[in-house]
């Protein structure tokens, strides 16, 4: 029962991109975090490395508890893990810009899993009659002219006229 709920968690948001991108924050973090002796010989050099981890840490555990927030996460967490490259020991050895571009990229490609839809059942007008004319394609009304209503696709596939939602609004 535990394991179904960690399941259904763990399915429900971008969780391998904000596990990567929380292992790339605690990489950068780790150098200027050593012991006092090699943090005094780094200098002021180590607050960037330092404040760049906690930020990816801190947007790996948004992609977690806020998944609604994953594009704007993977984005930042791409940006701050390429900007750790440059201004944190190379991006924690170049392990931790990695593994943060990866994370980022993850947590921003995310989609939530959509609920699988109904199955269509053929109306009674499709169904063949007794001389073999369909009753959407095949009739033909009073004045002798056959319907313009076409026929439903076959297995289930959608149409060349079925409209799609886009939020943006890119509609062909």
């Known amino acids: 029962m535990l394991l179904n709920r960690w399941r259904r968690w763990r399915r429900s948001r971008p969780f391998w991109g904000g596990l990567l991108a929380v292992l790339a924050g605690a990489e950068i973090c780790a150098l200027p975090l050593a012991p006092l002796k090699v943090m005094l010989q ?7 490395s330092v404040l760049m981890g906690a930020v990816m840490i801190v947007l790996g555990l948004t992609a977690w508890f806020a998944p609604a927030q994953r594009g704007l996460a993977g984005v930042l967490t791409t940006l701050v893990a390429t900007a750790a490259l440059v201004l944190s020991n190379l991006g924690g050895f170049l392990i931790g810009t990695l593994l ?8 921003f490609a995310w989609q939530p899993h959509a609920a699988a839809a109904a199955p269509v059942r053929p109306s009674p007008t499709d169904a063949t009659d007794a001389a073999g004319t369909t009753g959407a394609t095949g009739a033909t009304g009073a004045t002798g002219t056959a319907d313009v209503t076409p026929a439903p ?3 289930n596939a959608p149409s060349r006229s079925t409209r799609h939602h886009d939020p943006q609004g890119a509609q062909p």
């Open 42 to 48: 780094q200098g002021v050099a180590g607050i960037p």
């Open 100 to 107: 943060g571009i990866l994370g980022g990229g993850l947590m």
């Open 153 to 155: 696709p076959h297995d």
